[in-house]
C-alpha cells in the first residue's frame, strides 16, 4: 500500500472508533474526532521509517532521513538477531520492526508516557503527526516542495488545536484522567492499520513477531497469495480509497448521530 491510501485508512479507523466509543456512551468531543483522525492518519504512515526512499524521510529534512536510516539499521539488526533457521535470509530492514504489533504497543506507550511531559510534549505529537497527514492526504501539494509551508503551518495549527482542546473541560481529557494520554490510542492505532494494509499487499508484514508460527519468528501474516494486490496500483485506486472514503463519512456521521439518538431515546423515558 502506498502513503496516501495507508494515511486515509488510518483516519478512517479512527473515525470508526470514534462511532463504537459514540455508541458504548463515551462520546468523542468532535475536535478529539478531528484531532484523532489527523494523528491517526499521520501514524499510519510512521511504520515506513525503516525504509529510506518512504514518503516519510522526506518529511523533516535532514532529522527524518536520519532518523530513517537509524530505524532502517536498527531494524535489520533485530532481525539477524532474532530470525530462525525457518526465516529467510534478507538484507535491509524494510517491513520487519516497525511493522509488528510490539511496534504499536511501544509508540502508544511511548505517546502515552510523553503526555505526562505536558505542554510541549503534546505539541511535539501534534506537530510531527501533523507534518506526516499533511504528506500522506495532501501529498500532490506536500510532493511540491512546500516544506517550510507544511512546516508552519503544523505549527501553528498545533498551538491553536493545544488551546482550544486544553481551554474546554472534557476534551484533553477524554477517556483517561490524565490530559492527552488518549493520545497513545490514534498512534498505536495508526501502526495497525498500516500493517494491515501491508498484509492485503504483496508480501505481507511480520504483525506476531517474536511469536512464532510455523518455525518462523518474522512470519509474513496476509491474505492468501490471489486476493492480494500491488501496492499502488489499480485495485487501491479504484476501490480501496473510493471504499476507505465512503466508511469515514459513514464512521463520521456515526460518532456524531449515535449519541444525539442516545440522548433523544433518554429524554422518552
Ligand atoms: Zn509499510
Not at 55 to 80: M, N, Q
Request: proline share 6%.
Amino acid at each position: 500500500m502506498m502513503g496516501p491510501a495507508h494515511s486515509l485508512s488510518g483516519a478512517v479507523a479512527w473515525l470508526a472508533v470514534g462511532a463504537v466509543a459514540a455508541e458504548r456512551g463515551t462520546p468523542m468531543p468532535p475536535l478529539v474526532l478531528a484531532v484523532g483522525a489527523v494523528i491517526c492518519a499521520g501514524a499510519a504512515l510512521a511504520p515506513d521509517l525503516d525504509h529510506k526512499a518512504a514518503t516519510i524521510s522526506r518529511s523533516f529534512g535532514p532529522i527524518s532521513r536520519l532518523a530513517c536510516w537509524f530505524t532502517h539499521d536498527l531494524a535489520e539488526i533485530v532481525y539477524k538477531a532474532t530470525r530462525t533457521r525457518r526465516d529467510s535470509h534478507r538484507e535491509g530492514g524494510h517491513r520487519t520492526l516497525t511493522h509488528t504489533w510490539f511496534w504499536a504497543a511501544a509508540t502508544g506507550a511511548a505517546a502515552y508516557g510523553l503526555s505526562f511531559l505536558g505542554k510541549w510534549a503534546v505539541l511535539a505529537i501534534f506537530f510531527v503527526h501533523l507534518v506526516l497527514a499533511i504528506e500522506g492526504l495532501l501529498w500532490r501539494w506536500a510532493r511540491r516542495g512546500h516544506d517550510v509551508i507544511t512546516w508552519l503551518l503544523s505549527a501553528a495549527v498545533s498551538w491553536i488545536v493545544y488551546e482550544q482542546l486544553s481551554n474546554h473541560p472534557g476534551q484533553a481529557d477524554w477517556l483517561f484522567p490524565h490530559p492527552y494520554a488518549w493520545l497513545g490510542l490514534p498512534i498505536a492505532l495508526g501502526v495497525l492499520v498500516h500493517i494491515l494494509g501491508d498484509a492485503l499487499t504483496e508480501s505481507g508484514a511480520p504483525l506476531f513477531w517474536p511469536i512464532p508460527i510455523d518455525g518462523k519468528r518474522w512470519y509474513p501474516f496476509g491474505t492468501p497469495k490471489v486476493l492480494r494486490f500491488r501496492a499502488g496500483d489499480k485495485v487501491e485506486h479504484l476501490l480501496v480509497t473510493p471504499l476507505l472514503v465512503v466508511v469515514g463519512v459513514l464512521c463520521g456521521f456515526g460518532s456524531f448521530l449515535l449519541p444525539i439518538h442516545s440522548l433523544s431515546q433518554l429524554s422518552f423515558h
